[in-house]
């Protein structure tokens, strides 16, 4: 029976926060058990890069679909199908008897997730309402994206040590589980239940647009092994652009026509909403570097087990958790974009001081300076979220959610490419290129909050803010009166 009374918004917060954990979980926690799933399946490492390749493929092609698919069936029915899609796709990974049957449970386990991910923060936005009740809910839900993101090695290293990488599977379905049926009895089908005049799919901006991300995400992924020169790199980058000049053209034309494009491009007016995009894709794209190659730092240069690893990552993973729920008031108080810009230079900090450690720094030394990563980060997630949602019209929430996320994904691919080449580029061996490539990431964020800044606060041309009043001047501030994000001027023009 569907739960009701005033409990009934803090179960649905429950209900996505878990949805939010499955994609981010499943998104780190595989890293840890690879090794193991080699010695399982005897296969080489360049089909087990393909475990997690195949996956961020797959999820970043999908999510502007699974963003507009809430849009046509209603977000209620969009996320369990989601969830369910996800389990199914769990389930096929745990008992995959070889690893091309693994490989199609991951496809399955990432269409689910790119289902489910953008339902969760649409419906939150449309269930709290009122601005200081929205920037908490989502800094609740953002503080167990951060967890669940930098738990995963945590969790796969002590499952791995007890019993085989199938249990990270299991795992994942046993959550899926617990969310659907609390989902179900708590999303109230009223308010999040199919439109009642359902929008008609774009599914020519769906095959483009996923045609442009996969093509895209391939590219980054595959270029340094096969050679960045080589015909298959540069046709598939080649095959990306045009894609996504075939996107934007036919989004645009379908908004003229009054139609229901898959990414509406009026939501690229809110310079709130671009500095968002921005902050997500450097976000991503240092988190997923850190992990990775310090993953790789202290169990190949410094001898760790997996679980040792795992719990190397604690204080980052404290500091981040620590930091959602602070961040959610510091929304409130001072506005989404200042936190995020914040979140984004401290960030930048704790990866120049990354850089500053050497071979001779203990493990203590970058106990401390990963823990200021995550600070940074927890900073960065809910605000980002926040001020993506809170700067375009609520009819936009999907879209929004599913464009911020597509940016973050893009961030984590491009950003363990990237150091990846600067790491294996360097003569001077891997701690010496690992430094030099966090050195680059630590200026990639000095960048974007520059950007970010200039994007905000930066006075926007008169056309833009003619509008009289408090609304206009909070859209230059990062906030707005509905929400704390920024949309006024957007609406005025909408």
Known sequence: MPIRGRSSRTVVLLAMCLGLMLTMFNSTMINVALPDLGSSFHASATSLQWVATIYTLTYAAVLLLGGALGDRWGRRAAFLLGVL?????????????????????????????????????????????????????????????????????????????????????????????ATYLLARVSIPVRRHGRPKKALPLDAAGAVTAALALAALVFTL????????????????????????????????????????????????????????????????????????????????????????????????????????????????????????????????????????????????????????????????????????????????SNSASAVQNTFRQIGSTLGVAVVGIIVRGDGAGFTAGLQAGMTAVSGLLAACAVVSFLLVFRRPPRAVVAGRGSGAARVRDGRAPDSGGGPSALRRRS
Not at 275 to 285: E, P, Q, R, T
Not at 340 to 368: F, N, P, R, Y
């Open 85 to 177: 899609v996800f389990n199914a796709g769990s389930l096929l990974c745990a008992v995959a008897p070889a690893l091309g049957a693994l490989l199609g449970g991951r496809v399955v386990q990432a269409l689910g997730a790119a289902i489910m991910l953008p339902q969760t923060l649409s419906i939150l936005v449309h269930e709290f309402t009122r601005p200081q009740e929205r920037a908490r809910a989502v800094g609740i839900w953002a503080g167990v994206a951060s967890v669940g993101l930098a738990a995963g090695p945590v969790v796969g290293g002590l499952l791995l040590s007890i019993t085989s990488w199938r249990a990270v599977f299991v795992l994942s379905l046993l959550l899926g589980v």
């Open 221 to 396: 992924s595959e270029g340094e092994a096969a050679g960045w020169s080589s015909a298959v790199v540069i046709g598939t980058l080649v095959l990306s652009f045009l894609a996504l000049a075939g996107f934007v053209f036919q989004q645009v034309r379908m908004g003229r026509r009054g139609r229901n494009p898959l990414m509406p491009m009026g939501i690229w007016r809110s310079r709130p909403f671009m500095a968002a995009s921005l902050g997500g894709f450097a976000y991503f794209a240092v988190f997923f570097a850190v992990l990775f190659f310090y993953s790789l730092d202290l169990q190949g240069q410094r001898g760790y087990s997996a679980l040792a690893t795992g719990f190397a990552f604690l204080p980052m993973t404290l500091a981040m958790a620590v930091a959602g729920p602070v961040t959610g008031k510091l929304v409130v108080r001072h506005g989404a974009a200042p936190v995020m810009i914040s979140g984004l230079v401290v960030t930048a900090v704790g990866s120049l001081l990354l850089a500053a450690a050497d071979t001779h720094s203990t493990v203590m030394d970058l106990e401390w300076r990963l823990a200021l990563v995550g600070a940074g980060c927890g900073l960065m997630s809910s605000s980002i979220s926040n001020l993506a949602v809170s700067s375009v019209p609520d009819r936009y």
